[in-house]
C-alpha cells in the first residue's frame, strides 16, 4: 500500500508545484511579451539580423519570418549531424545518415524529439550542445510566440498587425527559458544529474565484462529538454537514464518543469486579454482532462489484468524500480499531455488500456495543456469551435473573447482542426500498406498496430515519445515521420498565426448579457466535451483496433 | 400572405406526398454538389448500390435502401422549406398581373400603357378602382389604398403627397380619390417582384454563419472521410477487414447528416417566419444581424408611447370646484376632433360630467379650433343670446386671454403648471367666459401614454443583452419621465436626424449592432447607417430603399419581434448542429462492435446496447439516421422554442436539450430499431 500513498503524494506534489507557480510565472510571462523595454544584448541581436524591434509585422510577414528562421535551423542542424566527425570534440562519432539526419533535425526543430538515433552513441557533444540544446530552446520559443501572436489577434482591434517575431522570440528565449533553465539545470545538478565533458568511463564488470559509461553536459540539456517540452534525451534511454533522472525528486522536478509553462500560459492569456477568468477556463478545461487522463492510466496500471503481472504484484515490466507504477504513470501522463515525450519507462509496457490513454492525450492535439504555447493555441483553437457550436445557442453569431467568429475565422480554424488527424490517419494507413515499414513492428496483432499508430499519433502532435518496439531508423519511417512532424507543426501555426491575423483586424463586439459566458463551469464542460468527441472521437476506430483490442477482454 | 398561416400543418403526410417530385428532383448530383456532406452521403449510396447489384444480399440492399432515403429526406426537408414560400408566391402573383397604366406622354395627353412598360420618371394617374400599375411616389394628391394584396390587411390606408406617407407599391388598389404618380422602379424589380423571389428563395443567398458553420461541416466531414478511409488499411493489418458497405455506412453515420440536411431549410423557414409576421428582409445577413442586435434604437411616439398625449387628470385652481372644471373642460373640447381633444371629452364623462347639471351643448355652439395666432382652441356657446366662451390652451396664452378683460390669475396657478412639466407632462390650461367674466377654472394634465406591457417587454431585452434607446424630439424633462417610466435604458431628446445618425456611428464604433425603424426621408441616412434598418412599408420610398427590412404592417414594435426571429434562427442553426455531433457516441456503439468483434471478441463488451447482430446493428444506425432528418423537419421549419432569457440560462437549457439529448436519444432510437429490423428474415 505505501506505493499507492507515495503515488497519492507525488501527484499532490506536483499539482501544489504547479498552482503555486503558475500565477506569478503568467503575469511575468504577459509581462514579458508586453513591455516596451529592451535590454542592451537584445538590441545587438536586432540590429545583427538587421530587424527594428520597433516595427509590429503583418500575420504574413510574422509567419514568413517565424518559418524562414526554422527553414534556417533545419539546414544547420542538417549540416552539423552530416559533418560532425569533422568538428571537435566529436569523442569519435561518426557522420550521421542522410535520412537520420534529416528526421533529427526535423524532430528538434518542431520540438517534437522523435528519436530514432541513440544519444550516447551517435551524437557527439558539440551536436548535442550546439546542434540539439539550441533547437531545444528554439522550437520552444518558436511555440510560445505563436501563442503570443495568436492571444494579440484577441487583444488588438482594427489593426492588421500582430506583433514582431524577431522581438517575441529573442524574449521567449533570454527572458523566460534561458533563465528558468539554468536554475533548474543547477538545482538537477545538485540533485545528481551529471554534467562534464569527461570521455566515457570504461568499468569491468564483476562477470568480467566491460562497460564504456559515457558522460556528457547532460543536466544542462536535461532542463531545457523538460521545460521546453522537448523530450529528446541526451541518452537513448531518457529519463530513465540515472544519469539523467537519478531518483525520486528529479522525477518531480521534471515533471513540474514539463507542465510548468504550458500550465502558466492560460493565466497570461488571462492577464493579456483582460479577463482572468478566461484564463482560467482554458485552466480548469485542461486540468480535468490532464487529472481524469492520470487517475485513468494510473488506475489501468495498478489494476492490471493477466496472470504473470498478477503473480509479480504490479506491471513493472519496462519500468524503473527507483520510481515504481505511480510515478511511471504520472511521468507518462505528463509527458504525452504535453508534447514533451521524454520517458522514464517504456510506454510499450503500459498496461494496454493505460497506453491507449497515452496516445489519447496525444489524439486530443496535445491541448492538456499541451506543448510550449502549442497548447494553448490548440486549446484556443478547441474554444473557437466549441463557442462557435454552442455559442449559437444562445441566439447570437458566435463570438470568443470579443471578436466574431465569422467564415474566415472559422475556415482557419477548421483546417486547424483537420491537419493533425490527417497526418496521423494517413501516415499511419501509408505505414501499414508499406511491407518495409511493417517489418519495422515487433509485436504482432493489436500491439503492433499500437506501435505505428503511436509513431505517427507522436510524430504528427509533435510529441516525441515513442512505444518502443518500432525500429524507426529506416529509410521510409525516417521520411515519413518527418515529413508528418513537419506538417503537424508548421501548418497548423500558419492557420494560427492567419487566425491571429483576422481576429486582429476585426474590431471589438463588446459582451452583454446575451453573450455566451466563457468563464463559466458549464462552458468549461462543453470544452473538455468538444474536446473529446469532435477532435479524439475520430481516433476512435483506430484505437479499438489498437489499444482496446488488446485491452478489453 | 395572410399572418395566420397554419402552424399545425408543418409536416403533414399531403405535404410529403405533394414535395416529394421536387426532392426526386434534388438528387441530381450537379445541385447536391453544393451540400457537401449529402453529396458524400449520394456518392456512398451509388457506390453501394454498384456493389449490392454484384454482391447481392438482403442486409446490402437494405443498406442501399436507407441511404437514398437519407438523400431523400434531406431533398423533401429543403423542397418543404421551400413549397411553402412557393403557396405564398403563388397569391402575390395575383396582384402583379398585367394592367393598364394611364401615362401621362410628354405632350401632356393620356395614353394607355402596359405597365410592364413603364419606366422610371414615368407619370402615371390613378383614380378610384385603378390598380396601381408599379411602386411609385404620389406626387400629387391623396386617397385612400387597399393594400390587402401584400399586407393582408383589409383595412385601407391612406397615401398622399408630401410628407412621409407617399409612396405607392405596385399592385394595390386605390379605393377613392386620384392621386398622380411618379414611378420609381423598373418593370420586374418592383416591390411584389423582390417580395416573390423572396418567399421562392430564387435569390436566397447562404448567410455569412451558413458559411461558416458549412465550413466548420464540411471540414468535419474530411475528417471522417479520412479516419474511415484510413481504418481499412488499419484493419487489413489486424486482420478485421471490412466491407465497402460496412465502410460507407460509418462514414454516413460519423458525418454529420442531421444538420447537413436540415441547414438550407433552416434559413429558408427564418425568412419564412419573417414574411409570415409581414416582415421583408431584403437579405438573410439582416435576419441573422437581428439576433445580434446589442442596441435597439426606438422612436417615442407610435412605439413606446400611443404617440398622443392623453388627459390623465384634472387639477381645479383658485376658488373653482371640480365639477365646474370637468365643465369647463369638456366644453372646451367636446368638439375637438384632435386625439388630446377627445382624450379629454374621454375623462371627463369617466369622471362623471354628464351627472353635473344638463350640458347645454344642444344649443348653437360655434367651435374654435387652435390656430398659431390664438394657441388655444375651445367654443362658444350661444344660449338664448347670452354667449359664454371655454377655452383651453397654453399658460402663457390663456393668461394674456384672461388680461384681455383683467381676469386674474388664480396664485396657485404657477404651482400646479410646474408640478405637471417637472413629472413629464404638458399642462393645458382651462378658461371660461361666463356672462362677460373670464375665470381660470384649472390645468388638464396630459401625458404621453407608455403602452401597456412595454416596460416586460425591455425587460425582457435587457435580460438577452439588448440596450434600447428611446428617440425623441421633446425636450430632456419630458424625455426623461417617459424613458423612466416605459424602463428603456437611455434616451435621445430634442433629437435631429444627424443626431440619431450620430447616435449610431458612435454605437457602432463601441462594436455594437444598431437597429432601428424610421419610415421618413430624413430617416433615410440612419436607416442605411443601422445594422438592421426596419423601413416601414407606409414610408417614403427613400426609406424603404435605405433599410434592409420593410414592415408591411408599418409597426415599429416590430423590431423587438424581429430581433426574437433572428435569434431563433441562430439558436435552431446551433441547437441540431449539436444535436448532429453529440449522436455520433451512439452510432461509435453501435458500428464498432458490429464491425470488429468479429475478429477481436472482447470488443463486443462495447455493444452497450446488446443489438442482435452486427448486420442489424449498422442497420439500425443507418435507419436512426436517416428518420431522424424527417423527424426533424417540423423543428427546423417551426424553429426551437425560444424564450427571452439570458445567455447563460438560454445556453443551459438547449445544451440539456439537444446536447444531452443528442447524447442519449440515439441509444434509445437505435435499440428501438433493432428490436423491430432483428425480424427482417435473412438479414443475418
Known sequence: MSSTYATVITDIAVLLALGMAHVPLGDYMAKVFTSKHHFKFERLFYKAVGVNPEVEQSWKTYAASLLSFSAVSVLLLYGFLRVQSWLPPNMGMKNVSPSLSWNTAISFVTNTNWQNYSGESSLGFLAQMAGLAVQNFASAAVGLVVAIALIRGFVVHNKDRIGNFW?????????????????????????????????????????????????????????????????GGFFNANSAHPFENPNPFTNWLEVVLLLLIPFSLPRTLGKLVGSKGQGRAILAAMAVIFLGSLIATTAFEIHHSGAALQLAGSAMEGKETRFGIGQSALFATATTSTSTGAIDAAHESFTPLAGGFLMFNMMLGEVTPGGVGSGLYGMLVIAILTVFICGLMVGRTPEYLGKKLRPREMKFAALYILTTPAVVLIGTAVALSNAGARKSISASGPHGLSEILYAFTSAGNNNGSAFAGLGGNTTFLNFALGTAMLVGRFVPILLVLGLAGSLAEQGHTPATQGTLDTTKSLFIGLLISVAIIVVALTYLPALALGPLAEGIR | MSTNTSQGSLLNPRMLYREMPAAFKKLNPVTLFKNPIMFVVEVGAALTAVLAINNSSVFSWWIVLWLWATVLFANLAEAIAEGRGKAQAESLKKARTQTLARKYAANGEEIAVASSELTIGDIVICESGDVIPSDGEIIEGIASIDESAITGESAPVIREAGGDRTSVTGGTRVLSDRIIIRITARAGETFIDRMIALVEGATRQKTPNEIALNILLSSLTIIFLLAVVTLQPIAIFSNASQSIIVLVSLIVCLIPTTIGALLSAIGIAGMDRLVQRNVLAMSGRAVEAAGDVNTLLLDKTGTITFGNRRAVAFFPVGQVAMPELLKAAYLSSYADETPEGKSIVDLARDLGVEKISPLPVDHESIFMPFTAQTRMSGCDLDLHGVVSKFRKGATSSIVAWLSETDGETPSDLQEKVEEISRSGGTPLVVASELAGMRV??????????????????????????????????????????????????????????????????????????????????????????ADVGVAMNSGTSAAKEAGNMVDLDSDPTKLIEIVQIGKQLLITRGALTTFSIANDVAKYFAILPAMFAPAFPGLQRLNIMHLSSPHSAILSAIIFNAIIIIALVPLALRGVRYRPASASSMLARNITIYGLGGLIAPFIGIKAIDLLIQLIPGLG
Open chain 1, 167 to 231: 522581438v517575441d522570440f529573442v524574449r521567449a528565449t533570454f527572458r523566460i527559458l534561458l533563465p528558468f533553465s539554468v536554475l533548474a539545470a543547477v538545482i538537477l545538478m545538485a540533485n545528481g544529474v551529471i554534467q562534464n565533458f569527461a570521455s566515457p568511463h570504461v568499468v569491468h564488470t564483476l562477470a568480467a565484462g566491460v562497460q564504456n559509461i559515457p558522460g556528457g553536459p547532460v543536466a544542462s540539456q536535461e532542463a531545457i529538454k523538460e521545460l521546453g517540452t522537448n523530450g
Open chain 2, 440 to 529: 381660470l377654472v384649472g390645468v388638464i394634465h396630459l401625458k404621453d401614454v407608455v403602452k401597456p406591457g412595454m416596460r416586460e417587454r425591455f425587460e425582457e431585452l435587457r435580460k438577452m443583452g439588448i440596450r434600447t434607446v428611446m428617440i425623441t424630439g421633446d425636450n430632456a424633462i419630458t424625455a426623461e419621465f417617459i424613458a423612466r417610466e416605459a424602463g428603456v435604458d437611455d434616451f435621445l431628446a430634442e433629437a435631429t436626424p444627424e443626431d440619431k445618425m450620430n447616435l449610431i456611428k458612435t454605437e457602432q464604433l463601441g462594436g455594437r449592432l444598431v437597429a432601428m425603424a424610421g419610415d421618413g426621408t430624413n430617416d433615410a441616412p440612419a436607416l442605411a447607417q
